[in-house]
């Protein structure tokens, strides 16, 4: 079994990007559920959390914040939502997302 070669991880500094550039570049996109995502750091890995009504968002955000992640995985925890749970998510207040309570650091 051959090995999958990963990129190199490396610890949170003045070149790691933040998640405030972060968030600024999902905040940037024309598509209102991107805009609506949020994303955590830890010392080897962006966490990208939310929900999302189709895969096409779901990657599409992903592509955003790779291009910011050299060096660092990227862990796409983004949902997508069925037909029905879009319906019955649109009828609820906007809360933190509960996808991502707990999960990484914001640096």
């Known amino acids: 079994m051959m ?11 003045e070149s790691s ?12 996109s ?10 955590h750091l830890d010392e080897d890995h962006v966490i990208l959390c939310g929900r ?22 990227l862990l796409n925890r983004l949902e997508v939502l069925s037909d029905q749970r879009r319906i019955n998510m649109a ?3 906007h809360q933190d997302d509960e996808l991502c309570i707990g999960v990484g650091n914001d640096h």
């Not at 550039?21 to 999902?26: I, K, M, V």
């Not at 024309?30 to 994303?39: D, E, G, N």
């Open 3 to 13: 090995a999958v070669p990963t990129l190199p991880l490396r610890a949170i500094d």
């Open 17 to 28: 990007p933040s998640v405030e550039r972060l968030r600024a570049e999902l905040a940037a």
């Open 30 to 39: 024309s598509y209102p559920a991107v805009r609506q995502l949020s994303c």
């Open 52 to 73: 999302v009504p189709n895969y096409y968002l779901k990657q599409f955000a992903q592509s955003l914040l790779l291009r910011l992640c050299s060096g660092y995985r």
């Open 91 to 93: 009828s609820k207040p």
